[in-house]
């Protein structure tokens, strides 16, 4: 029984080598494997790697214009009338002779022209020349005529203010006092003669006896 065993071991090895022999050797006697070869090189496929996206399909679009054309929450399934155009922002004009103010009138024998002040800047106009839509249409001494958009205006120059005299009598402011001056004696020298004003004159006048406090 050992000897059968024994004889089918050996021949289970003798394959073994057999099939290690077929890997590692090739027809022509030579080891495989011997010298290593680069693999070839993977190119990566990112398209792969998204996901697969849904076919386009043709939408009918009449199912939505029905719904526009009859609009589920409205009471009359009528759609809102469109907004009214913008209206057109008309700016109002400016009335420059609102601030302006007449400052000369010059006339002539062929010519007359007035300077008014406009804004802070003088400005010079003869007869029919324009200022902002305003014509200029007659002058009248001191009174001028503006003419413009079926409109009239008068600027009138006015005079300057003049102080009236009231006939009260002036107060004139007094002058000052001269101080007083005290001559020396006349015994002494014209170089030592001294002057003294009024205080120093008081202090130097003889002062009076004084008298007693109680009397006899």
Avoid: C
């Avoid at 409205?74 to 004009?93: G, L, N």
Wanted: no cysteine.
């Amino acid at each position: 029984m050992k000897r059968h065993v024994l004889t089918a071991l050996a021949l289970i090895n003798v394959a073994l080598i057999a099939v290690l022999a077929a890997l590692w050797f090739n027809s022509n006697g030579s080891l495989r494997n011997v010298h290593w070869i680069a693999p070839a090189a993977i190119k990566n496929d990112y398209l792969q790697m998204l996901p697969a996206l849904p076919e386009r399909k043709p939408v009918d679009t009449n199912r939505f214009l029905a719904l526009l054309e009859r609009p589920l929450f409205q009471p009359t399934r009528r759609p809102p009338p469109p907004p009214p155009p913008p209206s057109a922002v008309v700016e109002a004009p400016v009335d420059t002779l609102s601030t302006a103010q007449l400052s000369g009138v010059v006339t002539g024998e062929h010519t007359a022209s007035i300077i008014i002040t406009v804004a802070g800047k003088a400005r010079r106009l003869r007869l029919n020349e324009s200022l902002d839509g305003w014509t200029l249409q007659s002058i009248q001494g001191r009174s001028v005529t503006f003419a413009g958009g079926g409109q009239t205006r008068v600027l009138q120059l006015t005079r300057a203010a003049v102080a009236t005299f009231s006939g009260a009598a002036l107060t004139m402011p007094a002058p000052p006092a001269p101080s007083a001056k005290v001559a020396s004696p006349a015994s002494a020298p014209p170089a030592q003669a001294a002057v003294l004003t009024a205080p120093d004159a008081a202090l130097a006048a003889p002062k009076p006896p004084r008298r007693p406090r109680f009397g006899p």
